[in-house]
């Protein structure tokens, strides 16, 4: 069955700006669950949405916001950008008996 | 001190030879997750260990929920198996959902 897919795969965006990432599930996952990674924090969780309601949430600032869709497709905002938000953003979906399946990612620079 | 340590931080093995990677963690876990990611930033999972021991091909992962510690093994190591190994624990307290804490992670380099 397809993988996770996360896109695009690489955005790069001005201070300020704003970006949306996309990410759809393996079909029958309804658990999609969100994640940060940089050099210096390694990686973080952002933030998770289970049947298009957030279930848990990372301590991230407000600006970092999510949802999820009735397909279970998934999307993260991050409203104005910083230099510090440059990562590997990294969405997987999961269900009790699969466990966790990571997409590629997607890598954001800051400008 | 995090939540998840591992050690080492590096590792650096020939080929063929026997390896072992620590996991520890200080909370209360439902599961333990072994993840591999390759330069290009996709992760794999690996394992997901709540007792016991697991084996899939030349990988074995074993899990103490006692002394809260977990290993990951790679036999016969070969330079493909150059990556980053994370573990990664799923607290207990949470009844439901998916999020994880993840440890620093092992940088692995398999020479020929």
């Known amino acids: 069955k397809a993988g996770v897919t996360q896109t695009p795969r690489y955005l790069i965006k001005t201070r300020g700006q704003q970006v949306t990432l996309s990410c759809s599930p393996i079909?029958?996952?309804?658990?999609v669950s969100w994640y940060q990674q940089t050099p210096g924090q390694g990686l973080q969780f952002l933030f998770e949405?289970?049947?298009?309601?957030?279930?848990n949430k990372g301590n991230f600032p407000g600006r970092f916001s999510g949802r999820q869709f009735s397909n279970s497709r998934s999307e993260m905002n991050v409203s104005t950008l910083e230099l510090g938000d440059s990562a590997l953003y990294l969405c997987?979906?999961?269900?009790?008996?699969?466990?966790?399946?990571f997409g590629s990612g997607t890598r954001l620079t800051v400008v | 001190k995090n939540e998840v340590e591992q050690s080492p931080q590096n590792l650096t093995a020939q080929e063929g030879e026997f390896i072992t990677i620590n996991c520890s963690y200080s909370v209360g876990i439902s599961a333990l997750h072994w993840l591999q990611q390759h330069p290009g930033g996709g992760i794999v999972s690996l394992f997901m260990l709540s007792s016991g021991k697991k084996k899939h091909g030349r990988l074995i992962a074993t899990i103490n929920i006692q002394e809260k510690h977990s290993s990951l093994h790679i036999t016969a190591s070969h330079p493909r198996d150059s990556a980053v190994y994370i573990c990664a624990a799923k607290r207990s307290q949470e009844t439901s959902g998916s999020r994880l804490t993840f440890g620093e992670g092992t940088q692995l380099t398999v020479n020929p």
């Open positions: 949405y289970f049947s298009e309601t957030q279930r």
């Open positions: 079909s029958g996952h309804r658990s």
């Open positions: 997987a979906s999961s269900s009790y008996r699969d466990g966790y399946t």
